[in-house]
């Protein structure tokens, strides 16, 4: 009938000083706990001692920001813990000025049953005292073990943390779904209908009862992605952020689940963690059907940002990018635009040309395409890509030129022999098989089909010299 | 007494309004008047005297367009699907060995409906275009000593026209039952299914028969029968069963016939006529007229410098042709192209063939000179049209 210790934490445990008896078996319970606490308050339990209302819970190492040991904190704002000069109390709590309770201070402490001769009375846990009486009685129960003692527990649980890849940093890995009470500990833990039962606890608003039945669904099936989500919402309205954080790993299962997002994404942003609140609030709305986009419409939209930002300037390549993804999404007219714009800044460059007059073809708007491409080929004549789309082009127009100017890319490309002639000219050709059939003449097709240049040459008087 | 809370559709009040396409896809292909005409006579009771007698017209016409005098022959309620699993259903048991050959979409769908029901699934592949010789089979028949091997004759989705001869002899040899698909063969190219010792055959209604889609036409063997009615097992569906559709369609021995399901009566009037229509023809004409429709279209194709997916000429099934993607388009802007610009359907690949082709359907009515001229100029068009240019 003793009092089963507060919340089981990580570390010098609250309940080495305000417990007399420890189970040698909740001594021996291995540093594998994950659940977490969110502030010194968590570390009371408000219940009478004949209640086990809060038996069993263990709560991890949560710690936001920084995967430095203990060992490295020297500075006290990095810590978490109560600072406090260690005292000896003999007989219930001594009243400290509290210092701020932030939200994402947090006390660590583990049940470990080292330090009996520490322990206090249990008549520190007193039924109805107020909430500052409890951060109190907890500071103090810290304060009361040495230094080193808990410092060493706190290297302990870190190096045991950051093996399991529970810090935040650690994106090498996925995070192990977390084990939560020691299952000897949860009373509920082969009980049928946990999930059903949990549910309406929390409704009823007995959220400890609410957590154990979750924990005790979870052991029975760690696949529950269910589960694992009103537990980390229970944890977080039970004012448990770090437990309500672990909790909600539990999308590693289940990675499109948008009430879990939010949940994380709240809970992060409890504990000021930006960057990951934003990553969960992203993975949210890209996961919603209400609102998700395709990537191209978001790259797009961030280049129509970067666009309209630039009020009296072009940058001739953040249009060159805009205007290929409206190529993309065949908004040939939005693209001709942005192609234009990039050729008002540098209207030398004979690859703007080309895009431009491509970009006009597939638009449909080949007389046009044909100047733009005309303008390339002036500035670059070895332009064979922009000869090719010439000579498509002509054929979109019905004119004969498409031959001569397919036979003119194929001719430099074998004079030049710089680039993978294979690769390249299967298109060329093929392109001007289909504009050699369209002329009804089954000589010069014939001539086509076997690749025999020269004749195709002489016949339409390309080249020479 | 519950109220009425779901408004009546807005939608429905629309008038039904329907195009007119040519269908030169790989089917449903377009319905002749004279058989939508059938289709659309008076509905009446599907079992009285009168659609009995049309049913026993469709058995006399299956037979023929079969070449066969199994007298379990009838048409499955559904379509090709329906009849593929109707030959499965009723002639494997859990546990069975099955070989499929797999050269397109309709091996692999027929080896999942094997699965499904219990049989140890053995599949032989041929790539893309290609196909197995008999070699290859009889390998399998002996390593596997499957109870079934199935073959698609006509494989729509790669264009491939599927060896037939020997290979009923092989399955008889290794004491298994030979299943063939032949719903996009059948009518257009040469089959004969007691000569080529065919157990199971089955097609569709709505390819070169021509008729809506509705019904599928299938036949089983003495040895295929012997295998289907001597089950220690039901058939796992009790709509596909044989011994149950056998009776409604007369090919049993029994007195009467009882009630099993409701048959789709003016798919059965539209089928009839589609087999009356072919039987005027006659068969070898059918296949003839299709073979040479089929010639005179490659030809044309080859002449515009586009490609032909299956390179051996024998393999090419001459109701659906698979045309090799042209280079620097995008397959899907052509078949768009077309259907907007000529209001005519043709289809991209489908299955392992995704991405890879074009594919042409020219079946029964729709086999034609003209038509191919048609569908030649409607390519012509798009090809000038349809050509990406490069960024």
Redo the contacts between chains.
Sequence with gaps: GEQQESRPLLSPSIDDFLSESRSDAAASRPLTSNTALSTALDLVDLSDPGESRNSSRRSPLRRKGSSKSPRHRTRTEETELVQVEVEHLQDGPSPRTPDRISLDSCVCLQDCGVSRPRRRTRSLLVRNESLEDEFFRAKAAVELQSDTEFWDKMQAEWEELARRNWLEESEAQPPVPPTVSPVEQNPYRDRAGAFAEAQQKAQQGDLNAAVLLLEAAILQDPQDAEAWQLLGTTHAENENEEAAIVSLQCLELRPNNLPALMALAVSYTNGGMQREACAALRRWISHNLRYCRSELQDVLLLFQEAARLNVDCVDPDLQTGLGVLYNLSSDFDKAVEAFSAALSVRPEDYLLWNRLGATLANGDRSEEAVEAYTRALDLQPGFIRSRYNLGISCINLGAHEAVSNFLTALNQQRRSRRCSQQQMSANIWAALRVAVSMMDRPELFQAASTGDLDLLMKVFQVGGV | MSSVSIRPPECLRKHLLVPHRHMFGPGPSNVPPRILDAGAQPVIGHMHPEIFEIMSDIKSGLQYLFQTQNRMTLAVSGTGHSAMECAIFNTVEPGDGVLVAVNGIWGERAADMAERIGARVNTIVAPPGGYLTNADIEKALSRHRPVLFFLAHGESSTGVLHPLDGIGELCHKYDCLFLVDSVASIGGAPLCMDQQGIDILYTGSQKVLNAPPGTAPISFSERACQKAFNRTTKPVSFFLDLSWLANYWGCDDKPSRVYHHTGPVTAFYSLRESLAVLAEEGLENSWERHQKAAEYFHAGLE???LKLFVKEKHARLPTVTTIVA???YDWKEITSYIMKRHNLEISGGLGPSVGLVLRVGLMGCNSSRANVDMVLAAL?DA???C?????
């Design positions: 002449s515009m410098g042209p280079h620097g012509r090809l000038k049209h050509h990406r240019s490069k960024v």
